[in-house]
T-cell receptor
Framework: AQSVTQLDSHVSVSEGTPVLLRCNYSSSYSPSLFWYVQHPNKGLQLLLKYTSAATLVKGINGFEAEFKKSETSFHLTKPSAHMSDAAEYFCVVSLYSSASKIIFGSGTRLSIRP | DGGITQSPKYLFRKEGQNVTLSCEQNLNHDAMYWYRQDPGQGLRLIYYSQIVNDFQKGDIAEGYSVSREKKESFPLTVTSAQKNPTAFYLC????????????FGNGTRLTVT
């Protein structure tokens, strides 16, 4: 069985400081891992994805994530937060062999303090 | 530009009425999905379709129905049997193979009173 856990429901940082959003996963197979961002009343937008190539994945808007198999983690980071980063972030696990086996984390709300 | 269009953005209905939410994509994706999102919660899968004229129930299919008569279209009907239909509904599509990211529409917010 596969699952995904986002360890923080809410993270608040000051503008210009680093962002860390934590995600742990469980999968019996080699998973594909994704981070999506959702702004209020909008759909989800893909930030980045890991599909067994490089373990450090760079995404849009300065975000990146590192796949650590030994820790079963896929944490999302950004060196310097911007006010426009305030949104909901979802970590997603997908079973590689099937597009229908997609598991969403419960989301982390990121707030940015001026 | 390719993408997914959901309409309408806001929808209001009286209790007991069926309502249909539209989802159209021009990405030539085989797979399409409907998710429900409630405040402070993640996404829950209602139905998905991997090919025209075929679809499968997701985790919370009760009170919903879908059709997939065309590759581009995957409408969702919220029936009067759905006990708590007020929610934000998201449609998505992807290439039908594992590891493919989902592409989302901007959602329809349904309010039933």
């Amino acid at each position: 069985a596969q699952s995904v856990t986002q360890l923080d429901s809410h993270v608040s940082v000051s503008e210009g400081t680093p962002v860390l959003l934590r995600c742990n996963y469980s999968s019996s197979y080699s998973p594909s891992l994704f981070w999506y961002v959702q702004h209020p009343n909008k759909g989800l937008q893909l930030l980045l994805k890991y599909t067994s190539a490089a373990t450090l994945v760079k995404g849009i808007n300065g975000f990146e994530a590192e796949f650590k198999k030994s820790e079963t983690s896929f944490h999302l980071t950004k060196p310097s937060a911007h006010m426009s980063d305030a949104a909901e972030y979802f970590c997603v696990v997908s079973l590689y062999s099937s597009a229908s086996k997609i598991i969403f984390g419960s989301g982390t709300r990121l707030s940015i303090r001026p | 530009d390719g993408g997914i269009t959901q309409s309408p953005k806001y929808l209001f209905r009286k209790e007991g009425q069926n309502v249909t939410l539209s989802c159209e994509q021009n990405l030539n994706h085989d797979a399409m999905y409907w998710y429900r999102q409630d405040p402070g919660q993640g996404l829950r899968l209602i139905y998905y379709s991997q090919i025209v004229n075929d679809f499968q129930k997701g985790d919370i299919a009760e009170g919903y129905s879908v059709s997939r008569e065309k590759k581009e279209s995957f409408p969702l009907t919220v029936t009067s049997a759905q006990k708590n239909p007020t929610a934000f509904y998201l449609c998505a599509s992807s290439m039908d193979r594992g590891g493919s990211p989902l592409h989302f529409g901007n959602g329809t917010r349904l309010t039933v009173t």
